[in-house]
């Protein structure tokens, strides 16, 4: 915590090896909180969802200073005229953390998720060195000793929330090694940190020196009424606050705050998108309350991305999955937003046009959220006699194949979905993907060097990988065969997720599953015809083109026939089709508020399977809204205003004769 070791990092290696050895020798004298816990463990673990005891609730966002003083003044409002401060806090752009302490000890570590659920990440959460383990003074508090008189009482339980960070220099020097090895790398930090908090291997998350700033205390008994006089309690408590934090009493004091960081905040180690404003008394925020999506109390101006002008030297192009090809501008490097930028997205031949893009160009580049650099323009007095205006390609870059473009397609695309590698390699992919066919022990690299061994040529391929294949010099049985069981499991994959995984072009998840569910068996919807296709809610005649196409493609009625032989679910299973019913038939319903019961795509999905309609906002024609807590008081303004039906989650449920129990 004071950042002044009093031994070397020899001593202190020395010390641990020591540690772990006798750790290993007396595994029954070993404590969850021990320091060797900051070093990981190689083996894979499985992240398990738990119920956050507090929804984790997402903050309304603004790009405007007059929409934060449109904020200030309804919360002004909204309390009756009584005076309030406010906490300024920067806003970190990495992975949203919970992180709960009993006894003065961490106990566990959960990520966001959907704000109701997230994944158990505790193990992985323990190698982050700026996160205690133990908080120093719980044990003397205990005792009634003052060695620690100068600190605030720690609570006995309480939950304490902030982001997991990747620091610039860390991620600069990752990406450095991941260019080196030939590996993809990582777009910023915070994608970075997220990938590698959800590691399965803690010894990865260990050597990756992730960091954490905390900005959020719950519990029943807390320090003070303030949020600010919170955070410095937690600050005395251990834990990493940060010193860009200042509570104000005006409006103008919030503007200032946000004038100065705007610049200063390209000076801190981490990645930062904004600020974040909320009232500092807890009674007052309780007073204001929540949206159904966000609290009134708080909310989050971000900084408007930067630009900066470089030079356009050449323009690349790849090939995705669905064969669709994307322009790529390659320019002279130039700094934004804490990383150095030498590619961007062109979108596509109309935006090439649109921007008159010649080589040599001088361009105008910017990071969308910060993220993904874009062009925003050009430069047209600084462009050299005779430039060559850009031309977008007519054949594939990687298969030669001539480009095709679809009506009402801003792209072109590769018509070659069966000859060209990329487009292969990117179904195997999507196939294997946690939303498809969930083989999680495999990934893209791995794909790739399968592909390029020539062990898998399509996605039926994957079902003949024999643990002697991929065991290399026989060091890697257990990894093989983790592989080979992940792949054999996925014949459990419900059928509509079957259809989803078979990378039909413009067929995604949603109209995956309508069709499924409308057809319920693979023979049925092979045989449709366009006609039919169109009859199903959702899906129109580029969608239904594009099916019967796929299945007409002899190469793909063999894989097919491959996977029907593996034993994939080539139908729905008979639990479905018996529990599907006409009870929401021809009614619309919107879902709005957090449930207990089941998660809001469970709720999409049981209405869909008892024939109702999924809407997303409400109209005259809406039927009835399934109400959680939370519900917004716009939402239940306008429906008490057209008269829509509220229905609450045991009611809904009773209505269809469904368990309360989660599917």
């Not at 659920?117 to 982050?128: C, E, L, P, Y």
């Not at 600084?382 to 397609?409: D, K, M, N, S």
Request: net charge negative.
């Amino acid at each position: 915590m004071l950042n002044q070791p009093i031994i070397s990092d020899q001593e202190f290696d020395f010390l641990m090896h020591e540690l772990q050895d006798l750790e290993a020798r007396h595994p029954e004298m070993a404590d969850p909180n021990s320091p060797t816990q900051r070093v990981g463990s190689d083996l894979n673990q499985e992240f398990t969802q738990v119920a956050h005891r507090y929804p984790m609730l997402s903050l309304a966002n603004t790009y405007s200073e007059q929409d934060v003083a449109e904020w200030y003044a309804s919360v002004s409002k909204l309390l009756g005229g009584e005076p309030f401060e406010v906490c300024c806090e920067l806003k970190y752009d990495g992975l949203s953390i919970s992180l709960t302490y009993e006894e003065g000890k961490l106990v566990r570590g959960v990520t966001r998720g959907d704000g109701v659920h997230g994944d158990d990440v505790t193990g992985n959460v323990k190698t982050i060195r700026s996160i205690p383990l133990v908080l120093p003074g719980w044990e003397e508090q205990k005792q009634g000793l003052d060695l620690f008189s100068q600190q605030a009482p720690i609570p006995r339980s309480f939950e304490i929330r902030g982001e997991i960070l990747m620091p610039w220099k860390v991620f600069d020097q990752l990406n450095a090694e991941r260019e080196e090895n030939g590996e993809q790398l990582f777009a910023n930090p915070r994608n970075a940190a997220s990938g590698t908090l959800k590691s399965q291997k803690s010894e990865l998350v260990a050597s990756r020196r992730l960091d954490a700033y905390l900005y959020y205390l719950l519990g029943e008994s807390l320090p003070a009424d303030g949020h600010y006089e919170n955070l410095e309690a937690a600050r005395s408590w251990g834990f990493k606050v940060s010193e860009g934090i200042r509570k104000v009493k005006t409006l103008d004091e919030v503007l200032q705050f946000i004038t100065y960081w705007d610049t200063e905040r390209r000076n801190l180690p981490v990645a930062t998108d904004g600020v974040v404003l909320k009232v500092n008394s807890l009674r007052q925020q309780r007073a204001l309350g929540f949206t159904a999506k966000s609290p009134r109390w708080a909310i989050a101006y971000k900084y408007k991305a930067e630009r900066e002008c470089t030079r356009l030297r050449e323009v690349t192009y790849q090939v995705g999955r669905t064969g669709a090809v994307t322009p790529v501008a390659n320019m002279d490097p130039v700094q934004l937003a804490g990383t150095t930028v030498k590619r961007a997205t062109l979108n596509n031949e109309d935006f090439i046009r649109a921007f008159d893009l010649h080589l040599g160009d001088y361009v105008f580049v910017e990071k969308g959220g910060e993220i993904i650099p874009k062009i925003v323009g050009v430069d047209t007095e600084r462009r050299e006699p005779g430039a060559e205006p850009v031309r977008f390609i007519t054949h594939c870059p990687e298969c030669g194949t001539e480009l095709v473009r679809y009506e009402g397609e801003a792209a072109w695309y590769c018509p070659n979905d069966a000859g060209c590698p990329p487009q292969i390699k990117g179904r195997i992919e999507h196939f294997i993907a946690r939303k498809a066919m969930n083989i999680d022990s495999l990934g893209p690299e791995t794909i790739d060097d399968y592909y390029r061994h020539g062990l898998i040529h399509d996605i039926a391929d994957l079902y003949d990988i024999q643990v002697q294949q991929i065991n290399g010099d026989g060091s890697r049985t257990k990894s093989a065969q983790k592989i080979v069981n992940g792949i054999k499991a996925s014949t459990q994959v419900p059928f509509e997720r079957v259809v989803f995984a078979l990378g039909i072009r413009f067929v995604g998840e949603t109209s995956a599953r309508l069709l499924a569910r409308h057809f319920k068996t693979m023979d049925a919807l092979m045989s449709a015809t366009a006609d039919d296709l169109v009859q199903v809610e959702g899906v129109g005649d580029v969608i239904a083109a594009s099916v019967v196409g796929y299945f007409q493609n002899p190469v793909n009625q063999r894989i097919i026939e491959r996977l029907r032989g593996y034993g994939l679910q080539m139908s729905l299973s008979d639990e479905q089709i018996q529990g599907a019913s006409d009870k929401l038939a021809g009614q619309s319903i919107v879902i709005s508020g957090v449930f207990a019961h089941h998660s809001r795509d469970e709720y999409k999905a049981i209405i869909e399977q008892h024939g109702g309609k999924n809407v997303g906002s409400i109209s005259g024609k809406t039927s009835f809204i399934l109400a959680g807590e939370n519900m917004g008081p716009s939402k239940l303004q306008k429906a008490e205003k057209l008269g829509v039906r509220i229905v609450s989650e045991d009611e809904f449920l009773e209505m269809l004769n469904l368990s309360t129990q989660p599917q």
